[in-house]
């Protein structure tokens, strides 16, 4: 899946992925987010080129905002007091594939605007 060119060879998988990463289920949430940390490991080492830019800017027009709601959501339940043993590992591990994918966007030369923008909060 990672190899593959998602904007022009797989239509259909981004948006599939965004709608199960909008649900409130955290299985859901981990198992999407462990897709889209596929697609974009490629992003830190494949040689760049127009064809992966426009990959990759497709990736962060879909996921972006999705991503940070993602890990604000996971920082706060993770506060919350009687959090079971396995609720508190599904919401580390969202929040760990999530800082993933985002180093993974963030690998390219110039940071995108989205997360320059919004640095404080993933900081």
């Known amino acids: 899946m990672g ?28 198992v999407a987010l462990e897709c889209v940390k596929k697609i974009c490991k490629k992003y830190r080492f494949m040689f760049r080129s127009d064809a992966l830019y426009t990959e990759m800017n497709y990736v962060i027009f879909h996921f972006s905002s999705a991503l940070l709601q993602i890990l604000s959501n996971a920082t706060q339940q993770i506060s919350q007091p009687n959090l079971s043993a396995d609720a508190y590992k599904i919401l580390l591990t969202i929040c760990n594939s999530t800082l993933h994918i985002i180093e993974s966007i963030l690998s390219q030369e110039e940071l995108p605007d989205f997360y320059e923008e919004n640095l404080q909060l993933i900081t």
């Open 3 to 30: 190899k593959r060119h998602v904007d022009t060879e797989w239509p259909t998988l981004v948006p599939e992925l965004n709608s199960h990463m909008q649900g409130t289920d955290l299985n859901n949430i981990k």
